[in-house]
Nanobody
Framework: QVQVVESGGGLVQPGGSLRLSCTAS????????TAWFRQAPGKEREAVSC????????YYSDSVKGRFTASRDAAKNIVYLQMNSLKLEDTAVYYC????????????????????WGQGTQVTVSS
């Protein structure tokens, strides 16, 4: 049974940084695209980033471009989301999603494209 688990969330001040990690059991993350979505209170879940095959450029939403960086450590089966210059509006539950077949730098990932989801990790940006 595939399990996806996020970690690394927490409370941080505006301008601070966090690194989220996504691991999976019974699933090799680097064999398929992996995405990060987030959901703020009262808002719909939105795509933040996806990292695809090989050295293809990741996708980033306009709201995080230049501040967030997705990467993977294939040997450890981990996908990371480095989040810098955090803003109040980045506050949300962040979800890792895996098992899609397509990720392109210019295409917004869709929820339905991803088969496996983690439970989410809370990121709170507050002064």
């Amino acid at each position: 049974q595939v399990q996806v688990v996020e970690s690394g969330g927490g409370l941080v001040q505006p301008g601070g940084s966090l690194r989220l990690s996504c691991t999976a059991s019974a699933f090799i993350l680097h064999d398929y695209p992996t995405a990060w979505f987030r959901q703020a209170p009262g808002k719909e879940r939105e795509a933040v980033s996806c990292i695809g095959y090989g050295n293809a450029d990741p996708y980033y939403s306009d709201s995080v471009k230049g501040r967030f960086t997705a990467s993977r450590d294939a040997a450890k089966n981990i996908v990371y989301l480095q989040m810098n210059s955090l803003k109040l509006e980045d506050t949300a539950v962040y979800y890792c999603a895996a098992g899609a077949h397509f990720c392109h730098a210019s295409k917004t990932p869709l929820i339905d494209e991803y088969e496996y989801w983690g439970q989410g990790t809370q990121v709170t940006v507050s002064s």
